[in-house]
């Protein structure tokens, strides 16, 4: 008799991941972390050579090692050669752009602490080659899957928003950072989403509750309890809803939902940690994150 041997399932691809962006911005950074997550890394990648690393990869480790590419404006023709070379479709994979940016006045001083000339400087002056990076990318910037703003980051608060967004296993889950912040200190340019708690009154004025966050019990259920909280999450909750289905259609996989109030401390917090409980309760990969606690 024989025995019929079932077949074998064909494993999922593995995630590629290319990271781009301004000089100074913290590249090599995001390299270095995904690198410890299991990413094989290719640095200075040109981007026609996208495909070829994709095909040696999957010949040499298989489908499932993930991969991240790190290209620069120092490439060439970048938008439209790596826009080719990119896309699913092309290469196999779930493919995400990362782009990472940071003020100018951020990016001065970082490579001055590098005692590095910009790539694009020439014999002019350090904001002009900025200036011509910022122009040469703003296209690829305009159509990256994730735009993140360095400017407050330290190396290793960059490190773990890296992992934060490739360090888990899937490579089709929707992943949700809900991002108390304070408007005093602006609002996270990376926000696809932005939310103002300052219709509600501040515990801030409340003497007892003033030293806490958001965070706290007593802090929360104030902020909870006042007139119209609950009707603003009841309301914005199926808004977001409605959009993180079209994300997922759209084959977007990361949203970044910013919640902000005065300070980022006491309504922004607990407005971030309940809609980020609320969207897991939901069956959505949602991590509350806040950004400006503990800076006064």
């Keep these: 008799m024989m025995v019929e041997t079932p077949p074998t399932a064909t494993p999922a691809p593995g995630d590629l991941v290319i990271v781009t962006g301004m000089t100074g911005a913290g590249r090599s950074t995001a390299a270095k972390e995904l690198e410890d997550l299991g990413f094989f890394v290719v640095d200075n990648l040109p981007p026609t050579l996208v495909r070829d690393v994709v095909r040696l990869v999957d010949d040499s480790r298989g489908i499932q090692q993930p991969i991240a590419a790190v290209v620069d404006v120092r490439s060439g023709a ?33 490579q001055e602490a590098a005692r590095r000339p910009h790539p694009l400087q020439g014999s002019g002056r350090l904001l002009d080659g900025l200036r011509r990076e910022r122009n040469a990318l703003a296209d690829l910037r305009g159509d990256a899957d994730i735009v993140l703003d360095t400017s407050a980051f330290n190396v290793n608060q960059l490190k773990d928003r890296v ?36 219709f509600l009154p501040n515990p801030h004025w409340v003497p007892e509750l003033r030293p806490g966050n958001g965070r706290d019990p007593d802090v929360a259920e104030y902020v909870l309890s006042q007139p119209g909280a609950v009707q603003f999450l009841e309301q914005y909750l199926p808004v977001l809803q409605t959009a993180t289905q079209g994300y997922q259609t759209e084959g977007k996989r990361f949203v970044q939902v910013a919640i902000g109030c005065t300070g980022g401390k006491h309504r922004s917090v ?17 991590r509350p994150s806040h950004r400006d606690l503990g800076r006064e």
């Design 270 to 286: 607990a407005m971030t940690e309940v809609i980020a409980k609320r969207l897991r309760e939901l069956g959505y990969d949602a």
């Design 163 to 198: 992992s934060q967004m490739f360090g888990t296993q899937s490579t089709t889950e929707l992943k949700v950072t809900v991002i108390s912040f304070g408007f005093k200190y602006g609002i996270p340019v990376d926000a696809d989403w932005v939310a103002d708690m300052r």
């Design 78 to 110: 970048f938008f439209d050669s790596l826009q080719a070379n990119r896309h699913q479709q092309v290469t196999g994979r779930p493919t995400t752009l990362l782009f990472l940016e940071a003020a100018d006045d951020v990016l001065v001083r970082r």
